[in-house]
């Protein structure tokens, strides 16, 4: 979808295919070499990684100037920090934010639950919508009481990876929900022997919510477009040097 999506709009992309066993070291010398390029103005290293290699140090070898997945610890230290901007902000988040934005919600003053905390969705579009002026609970697999907690939100943003999980019953009338989560599930009548769902029940959240996001079709076009924003944003910096 990213290589499409790339050649649709005119960028051009490399793509580098490593072998599972490669080590850790030749994988950041590859980096390396792209951060020396000064024809390419965006890496993404696609996760999750093998097991043996530690995310964290490939990660953070990525140029900060051509960190276009927004996951180098400093873009991520800049936008949990108040009065500070990121280089580039994770794309995921970046198109959730886009998504309400475009529909004309209202971020500032509402009640927003993240349902999941993970590194790449659920911290940083937490701290997006703080920075948006939302009052921001976190719902994670050790919180006490997620359907209530989840049954005050105006915004719900479910990222959490569990099929189905929020229920339409959970959702306050007319809430806005961004469904990410996408999740395979037995369906015997399609080919592939399975069908993707969200974290969403979307037939019964539906007849709840104000806006709702599908799954497939939702979230991940808008993350790859953030994407290729953010490599354009990379590219016109270099450009008005």
Request: with cysteine; net charge neutral; hydrophobic share 40%.
């Amino acid at each position: 979808m990213k290589r499409k999506a790339c050649a649709e709009v005119g960028i051009k992309s490399f793509d580098i295919d490593l072998p599972e066993q490669i080590s850790e070291a030749e994988l950041i010398s590859k980096v390396h070499e792209l951060n020396a390029n000064p024809d390419i103005h965006g890496i993404l290293v696609q996760l999750p990684l093998p097991k043996h290699i530690n995310e964290e140090k490939v990660l953070i070898e990525i140029h900060l100037e051509k960190d276009v997945d927004g996951f180098h610890p400093l873009n991520i230290g800049k936008l949990a920090m108040k009065g500070r901007e990121p280089l580039f902000v994770p794309c995921t988040p970046k198109g959730c934010l886009e998504l309400l934005s475009r529909s004309g919600i209202t971020i500032k003053g509402k009640n927003a639950v993240v349902v999941g905390r993970s590194n790449i969705v659920g911290l940083p579009v937490s701290l997006l919508l703080l920075k948006a002026d939302a009052t921001v609970t976190i719902v994670h697999s050790r919180s006490d009481d997620q359907e209530r907690i989840i049954r005050g939100a105006d915004i719900i943003i479910a990222a959490a990876g569990q099929a189905m999980m929020i229920k339409g019953s959970w959702i306050k009338p007319g809430a806005a929900v961004i469904d990410v989560g996408t999740n395979a599930i037995d369906d015997p009548s399609k080919k592939s022997g399975y069908r993707l769902v969200g974290d969403v029940d979307y037939k019964e959240a539906c007849k709840v919510a104000g806006w709702i996001t599908p799954v497939p079709g939702g979230v991940g076009p808008m993350t790859v477009a953030m994407l290729l924003k953010n490599t354009l944003d990379s590219a016109k910096r270099v450009f008005m040097q």
